[in-house]
């Protein structure tokens, strides 16, 4: 009968320096929280609106976006719904626009189940516009039933 003789194994650790592994562990770390966007609304600028700059980083959420032009066209959801009247207060068109919208989103059983705010409103007014048009707006929306309001302003970080 044949001996079998066991050989003995080096049972050593073998070292393994992971120094840079964890150094590229925290650079991607740190770049993939820096670029991270909590916010579910995603925004395309309709032809030249141009959006004054804020300071703020608090988010917003998910609502129809209001969009008014330096040549005064009023964009909802970036599809051109009508223009503002030279003088006056009729923004009807903007206000039924924002109605049919409302109802399509009330009746969005996604919506519903996320509790979505249906009151709420994005504005994206051209920096050149004086406060009255805004108004206006503002006030065309809230006869739609929207009475929170969001501005969107461009952001310098």
């Known amino acids: 009968m044949k001996k079998r003789f066991a050989r003995k194994r080096n049972t050593e650790a073998a070292d393994v320096d992971i120094t840079s592994l964890l150094d590229v562990l925290v650079i991607l770390l ?3 929280l820096k670029n991270y966007n909590a916010s579910d ?6 032809k030249k609106v141009e959006m004054p ?4 980083r608090r988010m917003t959420r998910f609502a129809p976006v209001v969009q008014i032009s330096k040549e005064a066209k009023v964009y909802l959801n970036n599809k051109e719904i009508g223009r503002l009247p030279a003088s006056g207060d009729d923004l009807n068109f903007l206000s039924s626009a924002l109605r049919s919208e409302k109802s399509k989103m009330e009746s969005d059983a996604t919506m519903q189940k996320n509790k979505m705010n249906f009151e709420l409103v994005n504005l ?5 516009h004086e406060y ?3 108004q206006k707006v503002m006030h065309a929306s809230a006869l739609a039933g929207y009475s929170q309001f969001k501005f969107l302003v461009k952001g310098n970080y």
Do not use: M
């Open 30 to 32: 740190v770049f993939l």
């Open 53 to 56: 700059e804020s300071e703020t």
């Open 132 to 134: 009255a048009v805004v």
């Open 41 to 46: 609304l995603k925004l395309d600028l309709a």
């Open 124 to 128: 994206v007014v051209d920096k050149d």
